[in-house]
């Protein structure tokens, strides 16, 4: 799948230009479920922003949007160690979109940031594991751990790894 690089232009408010570590990811949901709301009605949205407010990438049914270089820092949280160590990814729950197919989409680009970043299992959270806050909700009340094992399929959707083996490697997040 093709990542459509759009950033948000250099000096803006809510693009720092500090270093982002990526030793993690961090997942979310827009919250919009307006008609519309897909990847590219972000990505214009976030250019817009005159607020500490970013992320790294919007992910839908049929699209994927960088805003802003991975090794940049965003401003996804109000946790100033997640803003700076981990890439922020937002998955559209717009209504008129296909949201298995959202989930789909944002685990491919997941398993290819934790690739090319060498980023391990235990370092995916949710925006939830920093801040407590209710996000991303649907995949919350889906059960985050469901979501978590798509981290572990081939882009075929083919399982590499069972859910004895993460708990082997110490990998907490799985439960059943």
Request: charged share 25%.
């Amino acid at each position: 799948m093709e990542i459509i690089q759009d950033f948000i232009k250099t000096g803006r408010i809510n693009r720092p230009g500090a270093r982002n570590s990526c030793t993690g990811i961090t997942v979310h949901e827009t919250a919009n479920k307006n008609k519309g709301a897909d990847a590219l009605a972000h990505a214009k949205y976030i250019k817009t922003l005159n607020e500490r407010t970013s992320w790294h990438y919007t992910v839908d049914d049929k699209s994927i949007y960088q805003h802003l270089p991975d090794e940049e820092k965003s401003y996804h949280t109000s946790n100033a160690h997640a803003n700076e160590s981990s890439i922020a990814i937002e998955l559209c729950v717009n209504s008129d979109g296909d949201f298995e197919k959202t989930k789909e989409n944002a685990a491919y680009l997941i398993r290819t940031l934790m690739k090319k970043h060498n980023i391990s299992p235990e370092n995916i959270y949710t925006h939830h594991d920093w801040t407590g806050k209710n996000c991303p909700a649907t995949i919350l009340s889906e059960g985050a751990d469901k979501f978590l094992l798509r981290f572990y399929e081939s882009d075929e959707g083919e399982k590499t790894i069972s859910i004895s083996e993460l708990r082997k490697m110490g990998y907490t997040k799985i439960a059943i």
